[in-house]
């Protein structure tokens, strides 16, 4: 299989569909599959019937403004979701209002206009065939340009060259910590060893979070391209994805994408006639928050408890089976794509100085348009509420918006002007993490937002170290004394105690990171935990037990 060889294949889906005018898109992500999506494309594939070879009815992925769903597009094959007419709130009982306007005026009461900067200032590359193509369609991916970067990179670039676009990028890893995603690859390419591996980590445990769901169930080829992609650069025949049980849907279309791609030879032995060959297998996480944890993660792939070791040595040097493993997030990868069709220094045009590229968040909590979007590294945090997301619905005010999870922290309204990237967020006391924002109006109450992370740290701690077992537990105590007002001024200053020593002792991240909601909000909404002072009594560690 070379690059005339894929242009043939996509050429022949094109040929295939060549009668087709109109593709009537049905969103089938998660998301919209909850609000009743299924039988909406059930009922558009019934009243379209067989009469009209001109137009079709196709599953799609996300199209990302997820409280409007189900959403249906009409538009013509290959274009975009701004070039569309774009259906919101849909129901089966629309079906056939939806069919007759194909050849007419759309219907003007399901509307949804695709010219509003929900739409427009989003800026594409990780979810450009997100809402567009048939996830589960090899060919339709491949009409889209799919794996030829992965043939590029085997029959024109050496894995250095590889290795040297990824580097170029300044891509950094979308899981969380924003480590440069070249230096690891290199790291991983330079260690010695016939056995290597990679992984995909799509655990994605932080409460708010879906953007790792919504890639793998919208557009599966394209991460493992970019896997492959890695493995030829790095050096392994073998690759895992790590996948939340509660993700039944990503992992089917995840599954079958690999059937398919096998099936085509872009997996399995000899890649595209060359010598490369990679089996991918997908592992299934049992939803603990821990074993994203890559070194966790790694354990439970082995098949022991799912439970964090110290590093190092990091995974690039020893991981699985004690081999140089790379591990990276689904996004991670589904950058690797357009960076080798476009070139290292193309992606590093967009973005920041020292964050390149765009980011996926999912907005979630007290916003008018929850859902998924991508925007440019470095977007003013003002625009992704205010703009992108239409601010705060029922004319209440905005109070904080959460950031980077259980590890994160609460940014205020005096900072909405910031520039979203990985070094700016850190210096307010919060993170980008893998890109969850819950948007909080007036009404929240910061301690109480402090005491719910609090008490998914202290239940998912997996128990291994004192610091976070206990710490989390003191903490989570403290914490429900306060919320329910019967804290007293000597909490405060032990709780600012305890989260210092879990920082500074914990042994993974996740400790280390849990006292961060607290310490945010206590430095941004300070009043509000003076507020809730009860009984100015003493209290030491024992009576919080
Ligand atoms: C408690 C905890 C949970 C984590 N969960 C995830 C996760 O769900 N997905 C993920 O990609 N990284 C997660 N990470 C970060 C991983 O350990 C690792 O850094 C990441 O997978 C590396 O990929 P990247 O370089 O592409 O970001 C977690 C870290 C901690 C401490």
Known sequence: ????????????????????????????????????????????????????????????????????GPLVSVAAPQSGLEESTLYRDVAPEDAGE?????????????????????????????????????????????????????????????????????????????????????????TVAKMPGERKYVICNADEGDP????????????????????????????????????RAEYPLAVERFQTAIRKAKRSGFLGNKIADTQFSLEVEIRLGAGAFVCGEETALMASIEGLRGQPRPRPPYPAESGLWGCPTLINNVETFANIVPIIREGGDWFATIGTERSKGTKVFALAGTITNTGLIEVPMGTALRDIIEVIGGGIPGGKAFKAVQTGGPSGGCIPAAHLDIAVDYDSLKTLGTMMGSGGMIVMDETSSMVDVARYFMEFCMTE?????IPCRTGTQQMHAILDRLAKGQGSRADLALLEELCEVVQATSLCGLGQTAPNPVLSTMRYFRDEYEAKLGADRQVSLTDSQ
């Open 98 to 186: 939806i069919i007759a306007s194909l050849d007419g005026a759309p219907v003007a009461r399901l509307h949804c206009p695709t010219d509003q900067p929900f739409f427009t200032r989003q800026h594409k590359i990780v979810l450009e065939n997100a809402g567009i193509i048939d996830p589960d369609s090899f060919r339709g991916y491949v009409a889209q340009g799919g794996y030829a970067a992965l043939v590029r990179a085997l029959s024109e670039m050496t894995p250095a060259d590889v290795l040297r676009e990824v580097t170029e990028s300044g891509l950094r890893g979308r899981g969380g910590g924003g480590y440069p995603t070249g230096l690891k690859w290199s």
């Open 208 to 243: 708010g979070a879906f953007m790792d769901r919504a890639i793998l169930e919208s557009d599966p080829h394209r991460v493992l391209e970019g896997m492959a992609i890695a493995a030829y650069a790095i050096g392994a025949s073998k690759a895992y994805v790590y996948v």
């Open 1 to 68: 299989m070379n690059l005339d060889d894929l242009e043939d294949l996509a050429a022949q889906y094109r040929a295939a569909s060549a009668d087709v005018r109109q593709e009537v898109r049905v969103c089938l992500a998660a998301s919209c599959q909850s609000s009743g999506a299924q039988p909406v494309f059930d009922a558009l594939v019934a009243e379209l019937g067989e009469q009209r070879p001109d137009c079709k009815v196709k599953g799609v992925g996300c199209m990302g403004l997820c409280s409007a």
């Open 461 to 465: 701690s997996c128990g291994k170290c």
